[in-house]
């Protein structure tokens, strides 16, 4: 192949990439958007639609240059002529999906980090999904609901809980999507920058009624959304809660039991302090009464170190080191220590 053929194709290469590129990025794939998130994630695709616009070109011109140049001719019936090894393709067929693989991993970690950014005054939401419906409290300000309302250009964090299979938790015009999984607390954000009507979907296939497990979704002013807060029985204003570090002894036990429900704690073990009967895993009252905060903390963030009798490797979830914070994992541990050993009058109670 001479340079004269080689950047000839090389030209073909980029026309077709542009062109593709103008054609697929015209069509709106995601639909309106109606969060700050979607802008990220409508570029982001926008990039990916343009790197495999390059890489399917270079497929497509190489395909059509090889049936053209290498066409056998009118009665030619011999065999090819055997061809082994080309170390100069092969490098760049190695190294250009190589560069363009991690550039699209770069950026998708880039643009998740953003999105995924903690605001300190954000909202919190506490979704709880089950066969075949969605439920949302508000811890700070006391409302439970079936309807999601939200205030419009505030971020809200949605802490999801499955109770029975895999759900999972989306609203299309806000892009972010993420599953609610039975047993393993899970969160994402979003900051809807569009007031209106929307619609939860869960989009795990579920169950029978999979299809039907939808709940309206109401983006509203501030006003508006302590106006729903008020109407309904609750206290409108409230921001996210501040990390327990200096909380007061005397909501502990309030916080403590806030997070053993939160991290679903309750939905595996028995503790009468918090109202829980569940046999899944060990009953705390019992296993925890005679121990020191250092034990319950390490039973937490590494379950398998040292197993409660009668209970198997792996069942408790092993990620509570990740999704409770240094604060709450303090809280949590103070509360069980507190609670389990509030009746025992054995040495170490406090
Ligand atoms: Cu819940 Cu599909």
């Not at 047993?183 to 999979?210: F, K, M, R, W």
Request: hydrophobic share 40%; aromatic share 8%.
């Amino acid at each position: 192949m001479t340079r004269t053929t080689l950047m000839r194709l090389i030209a073909a290469v980029l026309v077709l990439t542009a062109v593709i590129s103008v054609v697929m990025v015209q069509i709106d794939w995601n639909g309106p958007a109606g969060a700050t998130e979607a802008n990220d994630v409508d570029t982001l695709l926008d990039v990916m639609i343009i790197l495999s616009a390059f890489v399917y070109s270079i497929v497509l011109v190489m395909l059509g240059y090889s049936i053209w140049r290498y066409r056998a001719k009118p009665g030619d019936e011999s065999d090819g002529e055997p061809i082994h090894g080309n170390t100069k393709i092969e490098i760049a067929w190695t190294l250009i999906p190589t560069v363009i693989v991690l550039f699209g991993a770069a950026y998708s970690w880039v643009i998740l980090d953003k999105i995924e950014a903690r605001e300190s005054d954000r909202l919190e939401v506490n979704v709880t999904a089950q066969q075949f419906a969605w439920h949302f409290e508000y811890p700070d300000q006391g409302v439970t609901s079936t309807e999601l309302h939200v205030p419009v250009d505030r971020q809200t964090e949605f802490n999801l809980k499955a109770l029975d299979v895999i759900h999972s938790f989306w609203v299309p015009e806000w892009r972010v999507k993420k599953d609610a999984v039975p047993g393993q607390p899970t969160s994402l954000v979003a900051t809807p920058d569009t007031d209106g009507n929307y619609e939860l979907i869960c989009t795990e296939l579920c169950g029978i009624g999979h299809s039907t497990m939808r709940a309206p979704v109401i983006v509203e002013s501030q006003e508006d959304f302590d106006k729903w807060i008020e109407d309904q029985g609750g206290k409108p204003g409230g921001q996210a809660a501040a990390p327990p570090g200096g909380a007061a002894e005397g909501s502990l036990a309030a916080e403590g039991k806030q997070i053993f429900d939160d991290q679903g704690c309750s939905g595996c073990h028995t503790l009468k302090a918090a109202g829980a009967t569940e046999t899944v895993g060990p009953d705390l009252d019992e296993v925890l009464a005679d121990k020191d905060p250092q034990f319950i903390e390490e039973s937490i963030v590494d379950p398998d170190a040292e197993l409660a009798p009668g209970f198997a490797q792996g069942i408790m979830p092993d990620n509570f080191a990740d999704s409770l914070s240094p604060e709450q994992l303090d809280t949590l541990v103070k509360y069980l220590s507190q609670s389990t050993q509030g009746g025992k009058s054995g040495a170490g109670a406090q």
